[in-house]
């Protein structure tokens, strides 16, 4: 069983994943309305990854024995001046993800709830990917500056992005 602290700061994160979803979606629309087409792929699979980071808190609530309770989700921004704007958001955004993991282990320890504390090394580590994903392309990006062929190019290389459950 998990104690009140820790069940009310795991349903936070899974609010928190399910606007990083809702976020991304929103990025690939915007892709998609300035004809992006692998730029909206990245971000509809992206999308589909935090919406898997929040299934496994929202399993691990219910493993533990806790109620997960489902909150309102925020509206997302919908327009971007460029696609250098989107990353540089989609940066900035893993990166408060990451603040919010380090918290919830900080919380983890002071409670002395080592099983969550171990569940959440997975998504420690995930952080580390998810923002050098963000950041790699976001260096591309400014490297380009607004040359055009190089955006399409970069376009094509993320179409091929394809969403992959993770096992564990
Ligand atoms: Fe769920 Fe992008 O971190």
Redesign the pocket.
């Known amino acids: 069983m998990i104690n009140y602290r820790i069940e009310k700061a795991l349903n936070e994160q899974v609010n928190a ?1 399910l606007y ?1 979803s809702y976020l991304y979606l929103s990025m690939s629309s915007y892709f998609e309305s300035i004809s992006f087409k692998g730029f909206a792929n990245w971000m509809r699979a ?1 999308a589909q ?2 919406l898997s ?1 929040a299934m496994k808190f929202y399993d691990y609530i219910m493993e533990r024995g806790g109620k997960v309770s489902l909150e309102k989700i925020d509206a997302p921004q919908k327009e971007w001046a460029s696609p250098l704007k989107v990353f540089e958001d989609t940066y900035k ?2 990166q408060k ?1 990451t603040s919010l993991i380090n918290a919830l282990v900080d919380l983890a320890i002071s409670e002395k709830d080592h099983a969550t504390n171990n569940m959440l090394q997975w ?1 420690v580590a ?2 580390v990917e ?1 923002e050098a994903n963000a950041s790699e392309i976001l260096d591309q990006l400014k490297m380009i500056g607004d040359e055009k062929r190089s955006l399409f190019m970069i376009d094509r290389e993320l179409g091929q992005r394809v969403f992959k459950q993770s096992k564990d």
Do not use: D, I, P
């Open positions: 994943e990083s992206q990854e935090e980071h955004h893993e993800v998504f995930e952080q998810e």
